[in-house]
């Protein structure tokens, strides 16, 4: 097949086809319950001719368009208290612009080992809990409930900055585990905080010119109609349905990067 006039070489119809099945699908499972970096970012990686900071620049310009999209579908629906959402979104964008910042200089297999210890760590207490997440009990409360969202938003921030697959994931469950909310809740929280470390890691990334615009806004668009299907079917079916989802989307990070730590040590 011929390549595109406004796209990339090494992109034909059936590569821009497969890119845009791949945004789809990760606005869907992003929108319920983070993770679609898993599916988006890998495809754009197997792109001919792409370096790695094109496609972490690109996939965070097709993944704000979903998060954007699913935080909005979330609020007006479930009406996520905004009082811990914006202070621990504005922590976290500043985290993803440093971690964009350091993410050429720092090997994404320095991370992978502890990324997957801690990914078997999230699976088997949501496994052997299954009253976790159920229903909102806040912890903490006051300053105390802010200065621990703040620090999962930095963290976790500067992760998806570096390298970013599964950061919907880990925000999902820290602020079931660490701040007590439900599934649901938590779900809708961490759209906001994951729109605001895609802006900070593209606010990085931009001024460089690692961003491929048309490539960026085509998969935007289908990353947008997988984020209004998943988040009105994660409303209309409620926290089992996320939690379940949740520790299959767990299950197959933690086979991914395995395979991945294993493909660069053997």
């Given at each position: 097949?011929?390549?595109?006039p406004?796209?990339?070489?090494?992109?034909?119809w059936?590569?821009l086809?497969?890119?845009?099945?791949?945004?789809?699908?990760a606005?869907?499972?992003?929108?319920?319950?983070?993770?679609?970096?898993?599916?988006?970012?890998p495809?754009?990686l197997?792109?001919?001719?792409?370096t790695?900071?094109?496609?972490?620049?690109t996939?965070?310009?097709?993944?704000?368009?979903?998060?954007a999209?699913?935080?909005?579908?979330?609020?007006?629906?479930?009406?996520?208290s905004?009082?811990?959402?914006?202070p621990?979104?504005?922590?976290?964008l500043?985290?993803?612009f440093?971690?964009?910042?350091v993410?050429?200089?720092?090997p994404?297999?320095?991370f992978?080992?502890?990324?997957v210890?801690?990914?078997?760590?999230?699976?088997?207490?949501?496994?052997?809990?299954p009253?976790?997440?159920?229903?909102?009990?806040?912890?903490?409360?006051?300053?105390r409930?802010?200065?621990?969202?703040?620090?999962?938003?930095?963290?976790?921030?500067?992760?998806?900055?570096?390298?970013g697959?599964?950061?919907?994931?880990?925000?999902?469950?820290?602020?079931?585990?660490?701040?007590?909310?439900?599934?649901?809740?938590?779900?809708?929280?961490?759209?906001?905080v994951?729109?605001?470390?895609?802006?900070?890691?593209?606010?990085?990334?931009?001024?460089?010119?690692?961003?491929?615009?048309?490539?960026?806004?085509?998969?935007?668009?289908a990353?947008?109609?997988?984020?209004?299907?998943?988040?009105r079917?994660?409303?209309a079916?409620?926290?089992?349905?996320?939690?379940?989802?949740?520790?299959?989307?767990?299950?197959?990070l933690?086979?991914?990067?395995?395979?991945?730590?294993?493909?660069?040590?053997?």
């Amino acid at each position: 097949m011929p390549a595109l006039p406004f796209l990339p070489d090494g992109i034909d119809w059936g590569v821009l086809a497969l890119l845009i099945a791949a945004a789809f699908a990760a606005g869907w499972v992003d929108a319920v319950v983070g993770g679609g970096g898993l599916l988006q970012l890998p495809a754009l990686l197997l792109v001919p001719g792409l370096t790695p900071v094109q496609a972490l620049a690109t996939n965070k310009l097709a993944s704000i368009f979903g998060t954007a999209t699913s935080s909005v579908s979330y609020y007006r629906t479930v009406r996520p208290s905004l009082r811990t959402a914006l202070p621990m979104a504005g922590i976290a964008l500043v985290g993803a612009f440093a971690g964009a910042s350091v993410a050429a200089m720092l090997p994404a297999q320095l991370f992978k080992p502890i990324i997957v210890v801690a990914l078997v760590v999230v699976a088997l207490i949501t496994l052997f809990k299954p009253a976790l997440g159920a229903v909102t009990r806040v912890k903490h409360r006051g300053s105390r409930h802010l200065i621990v969202a703040s620090a999962i938003g930095a963290s976790i921030g500067f992760y998806d900055g570096v390298l970013g697959p599964g950061t919907g994931t880990f925000l999902v469950f820290s602020l079931v585990g660490l701040l007590g909310y439900d599934f649901l809740r938590a779900s809708a929280k961490a759209k906001i905080v994951n729109f605001a470390t895609n802006l900070g890691a593209l606010l990085f990334f931009i001024p460089l010119g690692a961003v491929l615009w048309p490539l960026g806004l085509v998969m935007g668009a289908a990353n947008v109609a997988g984020s209004l299907l998943g988040s009105r079917m994660a409303i209309a079916r409620g926290t089992r349905f996320i939690r379940a989802l949740f520790l299959i989307v767990v299950a197959v990070l933690i086979v991914k990067l395995g395979f991945d730590i294993w493909a660069e040590w053997r």
